[in-house]
């Protein structure tokens, strides 16, 4: 009875994951082959000679618009270690890329950009909500100390403006038009721009952003992209004016006045879009383009409940963070497989999981160097401390006391060699090995060393499966999009509850007695 009912969840579990990831799929291509809508691929290519190990590299990544929305990220890296997005005090969001080791050092990064004629996902400014008073973030670019020249232009433009508005408008049809110049010894600054009366788009960009700060009105010059095709694309700057509570764009030399373009990325603001340190001879290169229809992400109206539904728009630093808790599912499904039907004993029954996902967090290269030391300290203190008849609670603790002074040890060593890991790379395996190593010592007392070893054997095994996994970026990625494959998940794990027949590892053990 109970096995029936059994089989029944499990087939509408299965069948209810096969309709809903149709149902998604469906939705994606239908959203995708809108006329209006497109994606396109934006791509760098940042290549580079590492001075030592340490050596950064720091690549700003695209802000949503309300008519552009960033879906995937995809990073490959040569020589490098990649660290979470971070937020810098420009509000420009950077992926930062660490040198592993000195030499020739590679960094892709593909960015898949969702494009839509309409207003379609609400905007918030990178910098937040403005601050009135003189301690304003946004005050402080205005620039109380202008050049003589800057002033004396600014003079003749401020007479009958009665208003910022109306003084950043006629800085802007000043600005505007200045000669334009686009070879390489064109003025960049505003001076020069100013003293030649011409000037590179950036020049004349950054007149006018000199022109409006020496007026008091705060403004930044902020660089992204135009998205059309491009095999090599080049970054194009603009000036950002505060005006009534909200950053207004201005571009004197394409004559954007008020609105930025559909099609108009910004990346970075009073920056480059790419930065190294302690690096030499980088080099850095752009291109676009537009993907085939069938790649677009789901595209809900703004207001619709449903976008709820659609991962892929939540911010890049957040989903590779959701990418692994929506896989650890699937690596309670191999541990599952592993003790139900193999018959493999683990320390703990999501111990392997939780160790794969330390490994994940963290860097592999660490995480085995503190594996190694925390087994290794672990078997080493352990006929000492049982001589002393010590209760276990102490006993543990002086285990944990002394892998913590040897790993802080071979930190400082590493640091001094160059070759020192994050604080993150460190302490997540360090807190989940102390965890197996307490089950561990727990075991050896009730079971014996035999079991206690089979047992982290087991666990060592199951999470090298589990790690497998977890770190497979493809599958992140599709069960990030695809999320109700775990309806399917729950189904197998429905059925594996019910099972109660032989496993695999006792057909082995018990094989002499069905040999003839």
């Known amino acids: 009875m109970h096995s ?6 499990a ?14 799929y469906y939705m994606r291509c239908r959203a995708a082959a809108m006329p209006s809508d497109t994606v396109w691929r934006l791509t760098y290519t940042i290549e580079c000679e590492s001075a030592r190990a340490g050596a950064q590299v720091s690549a700003a990544i695209p802000y949503d618009t309300p008519h552009a929305h960033v879906v995937r990220q995809d990073v490959r890296a040569v020589n490098f270690q990649i660290a979470p997005l971070t937020q810098s005090t420009s509000a420009n969001r950077n992926l930062v890329a660490v040198a592993e080791a000195a030499g020739d050092s590679r960094l892709a990064l593909q960015l898949d950009i969702h494009l839509s004629p309409a207003s379609v996902w609400p905007f918030s400014d990178p910098l937040g909500a403005i601050a009135e008073g003189k301690n304003s973030t946004v005050l402080k670019g205005v620039d109380r100390t202008a050049s003589p020249l800057v002033t004396e232009k600014l003079n003749l433009l401020r007479k009958g403006a009665t208003n910022p508005a109306q003084l950043v408008t006629r800085v802007f049809t000043f600005c505007r038009a200045l000669s334009p110049l686009d070879d390489r010894d064109a003025p960049n600054d505003a001076d020069g721009t100013l003293i030649e009366n011409q000037g590179s788009p950036r020049g004349r960009a950054r007149a006018m952003i000199a022109l409006c700060q020496a007026g008091g009105v705060p403004a930044r010059l902020a660089t992204g992209f135009e998205l059309h095709a491009a095999d090599i694309a080049t970054p194009t700057d603009w000036v950002e004016v505060l005006l009534d509570g909200r950053w207004t764009s201005y571009d004197p030399a394409r004559n954007w006045q008020g609105e930025l373009p559909h099609n108009a990325l910004p990346v970075c603001h009073n920056s480059n879009i790419v930065t190294a340190q302690n690096t030499r001879a980088m080099e850095a290169e752009f291109s676009i383009q537009q993907l085939p229809p069938g790649s677009g992400p789901l595209s809900f109206e703004r207001g619709n409940l449903a976008v709820v539904l659609d991962l892929t728009r939540l911010p890049l630093e957040m989903q590779p963070v959701l990418s692994l808790i929506l896989l650890m599912p699937f690596g309670a499904l191999i541990t599952c497989v592993f003790r139900n039907l193999v018959g493999v004993k683990t320390s703990g029954t999501f111990a392997p999981m939780l160790l794969a996902m330390s490994f994940v967090l963290a860097d592999w290269r660490a995480g085995l160097a503190v594996l190694i030391a925390v087994v290794i300290l672990g078997f080493a203190t352990r006929n000492w401390l049982d001589s002393l008849q010590l209760l276990m609670l102490p006993r543990l603790s002086i285990v944990l006391t002394f892998i913590v002074c040897c790993i802080v040890l071979g930190v400082s060593l ?4 160059h070759v ?3 604080a993150g790379a460190v302490f997540l395996p360090l807190v989940i090995l102390t965890m197996i190593v307490e089950r561990f010592f727990i075991s050896t007392q009730e079971d014996g060393v035999s079991v206690a070893v089979q047992h982290l054997a087991g666990t060592l095994v199951v999470g090298a499966c589990c790690f497998a996994i977890l770190r497979w970026e493809a599958i992140a990625r599709w069960v990030l999009t695809y999320p109700e494959v775990h309806f399917g998940t729950a189904a197998i794990l429905v059925l594996l509850g019910r099972y109660t027949g032989y496993q ?3 057909l082995w053990r018990f094989r002499p007695f069905v040999e003839p």
Not at 4 to 9: F, G
Not at 11 to 24: E, F, G, N, V
């Open 4 to 9: 029936q009912s059994a089989r029944r969840v």
């Open 11 to 24: 087939i509408t579990l299965a069948l209810i994951a096969t309709a809903s990831i149709w149902l998604r």
């Open 414 to 417: 590493s640091e001094y060699w």
């Open 420 to 422: 020192a890991p994050a």
């Open 504 to 506: 695999l590892l006792e």
